[in-house]
């Protein structure tokens, strides 16, 4: 009876058409992740405590194995199923978000967390998943793009983006960004108004800067849209002076915002142009890890050899900073061999979006490499001193279960719209 059931299962085309490429991928960095981990909190493990879930480690262990489990559920679902829940999940983690930001957990300066007691909970992860399937069915059957529609998606997007940033967490209210423009992209939509929509983000930063700046980069974008839209002369016109307004406005919302912000927020971002301004402060973070990145060499110091690790210099190695480790105690060869794999799991992401038949498949596929993509490179960025010190963590690596829950979801999903 039991060698019955077990062949009907593996003869069954969930198993027949199971994506092992993508899934020996998620071991592969998972298994690098959780070795990495332990060599990051042994030095703060406790040798006395007689709980398995005191060492952040075996928490994250049992976090791992739900999350493959998890894996295998999301696989297992309808696709049809997963479309048309797609917009109740998203109202679902609207209201979380407006949840959270009320009676919410603080950590690290941000509100951003439900607190059970020993599991904690981010509903900005279950945002990612749910903005990523309600852009997928919304976009799937659309062929022309008008004003409507795109006030519809920016509407989709702002919103949650919006509550996220009252938290405050920038990091996860840009993920939603990383998600977005490669959907709508992908989806057709047109190049000029993709460029558009990015130039307020230029705009922003030039707002601390002379008038003359912001006044030539507006001009240029006028230009633009006056050339290459494809209206009447009224409409040109329109288009014109509504792009040169919005950027004129939020370059000076940019100013707002700067003064708006909290200080420790302020400095995150001054360090980031210059670390060594502040080594003991606000620079602390990336001189030390640039100095466990260089320290490690080709072949590292060995594994659970590393002194800026073992020695604790390194801040929040178990989290954002965990590839630091990596660094210190494989090397260069460690670093590539990640990185290759990450490489391989985005280009594999891409050929299922490319490959599938079906519109709705392809655009979860591209908004899940969107994410990964962010992730990857802000996190190795910031570490390496390229980008500001955001909270990004890095994906089967970093410590955390609310994340490693969510990129399972996300992988069961991929592996199912693979099929």
């Keep these: 009876m039991v060698s019955k059931l077990l062949y009907t299962f593996l003869d069954s085309s969930l198993v027949k058409k199971f994506d092992l490429i993508t899934f020996v991928l998620v071991i592969a960095i998972t298994a690098f992740g959780l070795a990495t981990l332990y060599s990051a909190t042994l030095s703060i493990q406790s040798s006395d405590s007689t709980s398995f879930l005191s060492s952040n480690f075996n928490k994250q262990v049992v976090w791992v194995c739900f999350g493959f489990v998890v894996l295998f559920v999301v696989n297992a679902l309808s696709l049809d199923w997963i479309s048309k829940f797609s917009y109740s999940s998203y109202f679902i983690s609207v209201i979380l978000l407006i949840l959270v930001v009320s009676i919410g957990y603080v950590a690290g300066g941000a509100r951003s967390w439900f607190n059970f007691g020993v599991v904690r909970f ?10 990523i399937l309600t852009l997928a069915r919304f976009l799937a ?36 960004i990383a998600i977005s423009l490669p959907m709508i992209f992908w989806a057709g939509f047109p190049l000029l108004i993709l460029f558009l929509l990015a130039t307020p983000i230029v705009s922003a930063l030039l707002g601390f800067l002379p008038i003359q700046y912001l006044a030539i980069w507006c001009l240029v974008v006028g230009v633009i849209a006056f050339v290459f839209s494809n209206l009447d002369l009224v409409k040109k016109i329109i288009l014109v002076v509504l792009t040169i307004g919005v950027n004129f406005g939020v370059s000076k919302i940019g100013l707002f915002a700067w003064n708006s912000l909290k200080t420790y927020q302020q400095n995150r971002i001054l360090t980031f142009l210059d670390p060594e301004k502040d080594p003991i402060g606000g620079g602390y973070q990336v001189l030390q890890s640039l100095t466990a990145i260089g320290s490690g060499g080709f072949w590292g110091k060995g594994y659970l050899e590393g002194t800026q ?12 900073f965990i590839f630091s480790v990596l660094a210190e105690e494989m090397g260069f060869v ?3 061999g990640v990185l290759i794999l990450f490489l391989f799991l985005c280009l594999r992401t891409l050929m299922i979006a490319i490959s599938t038949d079906d519109r709705f498949n392809s655009l979860v596929a591209i908004g899940i490499w969107g994410l990964m993509v962010y992730h990857i490179f802000i996190n190795i960025g910031m570490l390496a001193g390229l980008m ?19 990129m399972s979801v996300m992988m069961g999903l991929l592996i199912r719209v693979s099929r």
């Design 388 to 406: 500001p010190v955001t909270g990004i963590p890095l994906p089967f690596f970093s410590y955390g279960g609310s994340f490693y829950l969510s």
């Design 122 to 131: 981010q509903p900005a992860e279950v945002m990612k998943i749910s903005l």
């Design 334 to 336: 460690g670093v590539a």
């Design 141 to 176: 059957d659309k062929n022309h793009f008008d004003f409507k529609l795109t006030a519809t998606i920016l509407v989709m997007v702002i919103l949650p983006f919006g509550l996220i940033m009252l938290q405050p967490d920038l990091g996860s209210g840009l993920a939603l």
């Design 309 to 320: 690790t073992q020695l604790r210099f390194l801040p929040e190695q178990h989290t954002d």
